[in-house]
């Protein structure tokens, strides 16, 4: 019996190059995680991806578990969240983390303005822009 030995043709070859890409881009895919935000620069990217410019020095953490119920004040905030696309119901229950930053460009030279994320598994699941002044306010990321 003698060895068999394949011919690459020129169809082979692009579809080995092909395959190599596919494969290759999984890989990196896999390697970049889900577009998770675990430093405070990935963070900072992300709300600036919004608009937000904020002050890395300001950054405070904290973690937040999420009761297994929403009711009251965080059925209302997550009102707000459902309005911009998230969902904090399906997280009830679960640990997260909590980061906020002082926003440095708020229209009209706000001062006192917080950006919020809530964060679960490198993914924001809910966020905020609200001011800490007397009688401040609050509206989405967006």
């Not at 707000?80 to 229209?107: E, W």
């Amino acid at each position: 019996m003698t060895g068999f030995k394949p011919k690459l043709t020129r169809k082979s070859a692009v579809f080995i190059i092909i395959a190599a890409a596919v494969v290759l881009a999984v890989i990196v895919l896999i390697c970049s995680g889900d577009g998770g935000l675990d430093t405070p620069e990935e963070r900072a990217e992300y709300l600036a991806s919004l608009g937000w410019e904020v002050d890395l020095a300001t950054e405070e953490e904290r973690d937040v578990t999420l009761p297994a119920e929403l009711d009251g004040v965080l059925l209302s905030y997550n009102e707000l969240q459902k309005q911009q696309g998230f969902d904090l119901a399906p997280y009830a229950g679960q640990n997260c983390r909590s980061y906020s930053y002082a926003v440095t460009n708020y229209p009209n030279g706000g001062t006192g303005v917080i950006a919020q994320l809530i964060i679960h598994d490198g993914e924001v699941i809910a966020g905020d822009i609200h001011s800490s002044a007397l009688g401040g306010f609050m509206h989405g990321l967006q």
